[in-house]
């Protein structure tokens, strides 16, 4: 079912310089809780998670040929899952220098660009600090439409539901399994983290992979939504869509997201920012959409008496640049509760 090729990128670890980025989708009551800019500590990790003792409980670190831990950053092929099972998508990555069965794992989605290799280095400093083993997978816009990236293909172009296995959401999870199982990581799961069109994907991703195996997720300036709401139509809601019982509705405001938003990224004229009329109806905005999607989320979890879980956070100062928002995301994704 896969068919897997490695690249191995040599050179130093590069770090990324905190260039912005404008990458939107071209388909493109206040909040509960608001934080300021999260600062950049490392995260205090318990002692059990350190790399010094994680080498106690193994004797022996088991050859790991995925990554090249030595370069630090590299790539490699993986396909047979999604919608185009048969192409290879690149797979851009940072491995810390520690045990890699230790290491949490994080993948990063790309926005309207999908320029994973960008959105690696802009993660590189983050992801090192948190010793996580980073994946962006890159879904490239000749071989994957906005339907397919954006929406996950879980609709065909004629509206129809499309087989499960066929979706994009699909392949990450397959991802997540083989890297999981090549560095034989003892994590129970992973993180999920996008900006913008990449936000549109993880929010979308925990709505509808039911059985995913995410820990934590953080949607980032996002252009527009598919709230949990069964009676708007989809893609702005959950009618004819993929599902709308209760059941499911409960499921989704019970997922682990966070919704996080710079306080900047508020211009109504914004590059590649839809303007039809179902976004619209969401604000004027990214910021104003933002808060439209988790009030929708708080109000059907009212209505159904479920638990809801979503958490909305703001980054002062900050428009929209996936560089600037990755340090607010890292804490987001990587703090203990």
Known sequence: MRAFGYLLLGGALLFAAGCSSTDEATMDAPPTSTAGEPSEAPVNRSPDSTATTSTAFHEEIPDQTLVDQDAGVGSFEFDGHGPNPDEAIDVFYYAPERDLRMSRILVVMPGRGR????????????????????????????????????LGNVVDESGGVVPKDEWTFSVIEALYEYVSGEVHSDEPGYYLYGHSAGGQFVHRFMLYMDDNSVLRSVS?????????????????????GPTEDDEDV???????????????????????????????????TRLDRGFFFFRSGQQSAEQLGASFAWELEMVNGIGHSNAEMAAAAATALFRQR
């Open 115 to 150: 320029n994973a290799d960008e959105y690696r280095d802009e993660w590189l400093e983050h992801a090192a600090r948190e010793d996580a083993l980073l994946l962006v997978p890159e879904f490239p816009d000749d071989s994957y439409s906005v339907a397919e990236y954006n």
């Open 220 to 240: 980032a300036n996002s252009g527009w939504y598919t709230v949990p709401d069964p009676e708007v139509d989809f893609p702005y809601g959950l009618r004819d």
């Open 250 to 284: 409960e499921r989704m405001v019970g997922a682990p997201l966070t919704v996080l938003l710079g306080t900047d990224d508020n211009d109504p004229d914004s590059d590649g920012l839809r303007s039809d009329v179902g976004s619209r109806e969401q604000g004027a």
